[in-house]
T-cell receptor, first 108, second 115 residues
Framework: DAKTTQPNSMESNEEEPVHLPCNHSTISGTDYIHWYRQLPSQGPEYVIHGLTSNVNNRMASLAIAEDRKSSTLILHRATLRDAAVYYCIPYAGNMLTFGGGTRLMVKP | EAGVAQSPRYKIIEKRQSVAFWCNPISGHATLYWYQQILGQGPKLLIQFQNNGVVDDSQLPKDRFSAERLKGVDSTLKIQPAKLEDSAVYLC???????WGYGYTFGSGTRLTVV
């Protein structure tokens, strides 16, 4: 499995954009990059995924570097409900392997 | 659609006792996973089922942990005997198609405290 490096924690102000970085320099060419988040006292939930191109959905945007060694999850306007641990996961088609993730704190 | 159901929500036991957790996945989801999440860490996969067969149990401590998925639907995870280091949240997840990394749905978990 590809190893990932994410900041342990980040802080954001409410209503401002947040950029959550992830380094995955050993990712294989066919691994999709998935992002899940875990709200307090809940199981993880899917956020977004992509292979090479940038992706958008109603929750977030995913920007993938051209060399695929890093990616950035973008929350366009953080709300208090976005406070969670965000996991970046290169996925090879067998199982989701979680690292430590980034704990995002949102200040009102 | 209904989510992944897990019970109990909380459990406190003494070390060397046994405990069982139950999971009811989303209807029609063939793949079921059990994860262990120790406080401050990301979830770690313990076992993966495809219908009622085991796909991967390489991370399951088989001397004390066991899991089954009868009839390819509900699943139970058992610990016998429990140790202090088993204190964790046990998460169950299911997915419709095993290869879809975006298709995992997790339950809220069972928080186990071993004293």
């Amino acid at each position: 499995d590809a190893k990932t490096t994410q900041p342990n924690s980040m802080e954001s102000n409410e209503e401002e954009p947040v950029h959550l970085p992830c380094n995955h320099s050993t990712i294989s060419g066919t691994d999709y990059i998935h992002w899940y988040r875990q709200l307090p006292s809940q199981g993880p939930e899917y956020v977004i995924h992509g292979l090479t191109s940038n992706v958008n959905n109603r929750m977030a945007s995913l920007a993938i570097a051209e060399d695929r060694k890093s990616s950035t999850l973008i929350l366009h306007r953080a709300t208090l409900r976005d406070a969670a641990v965000y996991y970046c996961i290169p996925y090879a088609g067998n199982m989701l392997t979680f690292g430590g993730g980034t704990r995002l704190m949102v200040k009102p | 659609e209904a989510g992944v159901a897990q019970s109990p929500r909380y459990k406190i036991i003494e070390k060397r006792q046994s405990v069982a957790f139950w999971c009811n996945p989303i209807s029609g989801h063939a793949t079921l996973y059990w994860y262990q999440q120790i406080l401050g860490q990301g979830p770690k996969l313990l076992i993966q089922f495809q219908n009622n067969g085991v796909v991967d149990d390489s991370q399951l401590p088989k001397d004390r942990f066991s899991a089954e998925r009868l009839k390819g639907v509900d699943s139970t995870l058992k610990i016998q005997p429990a140790k202090l280091e088993d204190s964790a949240v046990y998460l169950c997840a299911s997915s419709l198609v095993r290869d879809w990394g975006y298709g995992y749905t997790f339950g809220s978990g069972t928080r186990l405290t071993v004293v």
